[in-house]
């Protein structure tokens, strides 16, 4: 982890209420995909977890969902804004353990982590196959970006009026030998169930430092309780109790 | 060169500055980003006979210049810490440290306060009656001044180290319930704890917390810490350790000046994972500026004269 000041480069709407923000700072701290950073907000008192979606080395990429103040407020920044942020939290996607043919599920909010993971099973020779969940058309981003990197990649949306009518779990794919998911907790939940080899999942909960301080973010596990923020977010499929 | 140190029941640390019970963990966290070796001490996670994992999460809400947290006291029970964390703690902290311990009844806060006082690295225990987020036992000692003895008696009875009754702000007289600790042999009062809040989500009409209330902490409760410090340091002539809300070197020499000894800080951890050594980085300058060479001499400035 590490603190410092970042610049805001751009920061653009993808759909009606889902913006992309990159910044420029020092990312050394940022190691694996499905890692997040902490952004202190004027007027706000606890900082605010984005998860980043992509880095390189002098910038990285947020994605984050206007929910509250503190996003709707990261909405009006305009370019050249000075943050103080806490960057290359958490841990995140193990790309090691994912097998050669790799599920990368994606549901709504969560689906920027993704890209990230999608980008190193890539660099590491894998083949990442991408399922993205949304519940309209309207809410569709990232499609392109996954097929851009030639990903194979299927959509779903509840509404059916894009991609496949259901769930992410109605596009699974016949051949594949382990999965990593970032979504909503009943996503996450259905896709255990519905697949059966190993998997990584990244978990979202309310979190007050971000970094391992609190104990606000906790969850148990089969090895005993975890901080989402610091141990996590990002765990194993066997270790989770629902 | 200003002189920062203060002494806590006869015990001499470095400068007045010790992170808060549950805001610093067990020190390694922040032991990775500086060295914690600057701070004066640091109060550890409160500590309990049993593990515990705490309450449901959601556990965490914004409030306006603060957060509510609803933790509800967890951590790997006390033989673990004594097992694990203090011989990992003692790798990178190599001070007294205060140890925070919590309970469900007088036994527990006796047999865990016995089992740490054997420890060589504590140097003082910080006897917290008053966590607002657990269901029986917590703040519940801490709201009745005969509760609060009662505590205090069993604690000071199995134990040879200072001990610091750590006191709840969600009370009417608190001068009264820090003069039955004194009287019941405590050796200091720390206080403010949370200040018992809560937040509703407007979407789903429900509490933001799992466990509906939360402890309020932050800038928000300075002036009800400034407040409690100066008339707790009124009702007794035990040492108070100050804290609430604390984030600025100015707020600690406000604590001081109200009465504190010493002075905790919890919530600005936890946006800042530097604070405590900001905060220490800009007392010699914030005194100078007010004119104190020695913090000690300020110990309740506010009351003379």
Request: hydrophobic share 40%; proline share 6%; glycine share 12%.
């Amino acid at each position: 982890m590490k603190q410092g000041r970042y610049t805001v480069e751009e920061n653009r709407p993808l759909t009606a209420d889902v913006w992309e923000m990159r910044l420029s700072g020092d990312t050394g701290s940022i190691t694996r995909p499905g890692q997040f950073i902490n952004i202190a907000l004027e007027g706000l008192f606890l900082r605010r977890p984005i998860s980043v979606s992509d880095w390189d080395g002098e910038t990285a990429t947020i994605v984050y969902k206007i929910v509250g103040k503190g996003t709707a407020a990261m909405a009006g920044f305009r370019p050249g804004k000075r943050l103080d942020v806490l960057c290359g939290l958490g841990n995140g996607f193990e790309v090691a353990k994912c097998a050669e043919r790799t599920l990368v599920i994606g549901g709504g909010a969560g689906v920027p982590p993704m890209y990230g993971l999608a980008k190193a099973l890539l660099a590491a020779g894998k083949t990442p196959l991408a399922i993205l969940g949304f519940n309209r058309r309207e809410e569709i981003f990232y499609e392109e970006k996954f097929r851009a990197l030639g990903v194979e990649t299927a959509v779903t949306t509840v509404d059916g009026s894009c991609g496949i009518r259901g769930f992410v779990t109605d596009a699974l794919p016949e051949r594949y030998g382990y999965f990593c998911a970032c979504g909503p907790l009943p996503m996450l939940k259905a896709v255990c169930r519905a697949c059966p080899t190993s998997g990584q999942l990244s978990l979202e909960e309310r979190m007050g430092c971000g970094f391992g301080a609190c104990m606000g973010c906790s969850c148990e596990t089969k090895y005993g309780s975890k901080r989402v923020c610091k141990d996590g977010p990002v765990l194993e499929k066997e270790e989770i109790l629902w | 060169m200003v002189d920062l140190h203060v002494t806590l029941s006869g015990v001499r640390l470095d400068n007045p500055i010790i992170p808060a019970s549950g805001t610093f963990g067990y020190g390694y966290e922040f032991a990775e980003l500086y060295d914690i070796n600057c701070l004066g001490t640091f109060s550890f996670k409160g500590t309990t006979r049993a593990p515990r994992f705490g309450n449901p999460t959601p556990r965490i809400a914004e409030a306006p210049s603060g957060l509510l947290n609803a933790v509800g006291l967890q951590n790997p029970g006390v033989d673990k810490v004594i097992a694990q964390e203090l011989p990992k703690l003692k790798e990178v902290f190599h001070k007294p440290v205060m140890a925070n311990v919590s309970g469900f009844s007088v036994e527990d806060y006796a047999y865990t306060c016995a089992l740490l006082d054997k420890e060589e690295q504590v140097g003082w225990l910080e006897v917290n009656i008053s966590c607002p987020n657990v269901h029986s036992g917590g703040m519940s000692f801490g709201t009745s001044p005969q509760a609060a003895a009662e505590v205090t008696r069993a604690v000071k009875a199995v134990t040879k180290k200072p001990v610091y009754m750590k006191l709840s702000p969600n009370v009417t007289d608190i001068a009264a319930i820090a003069r039955a600790c004194e009287d019941a042999g405590a050796d200091g009062i720390s206080l403010i704890n949370t200040l018992l809040g809560m937040r509703l989500d407007l979407r789903s009409r429900r509490p933001l917390l799992a466990n509906t209330t939360g402890g309020l902490s932050g800038p928000a409760v300075f002036p009800v810490a400034v407040r409690m410090v100066y008339q707790v340091y009124e009702a007794v002539d035990i040492p108070v350790i100050g804290m609430g809300g604390v984030s600025t070197a100015e707020d600690v020499l406000e604590l001081m000046l109200a009465g504190a000894t010493a002075v905790e800080v919890g919530a600005a951890n936890l946006v800042n994972p530097f604070a405590c050594r900001d905060i220490l980085a800009a007392l010699p300058e914030a005194m100078e500026k007010y004119g104190i060479n020695s913090l000690s001499e300020i110990i309740g400035g506010a009351h003379h004269g």
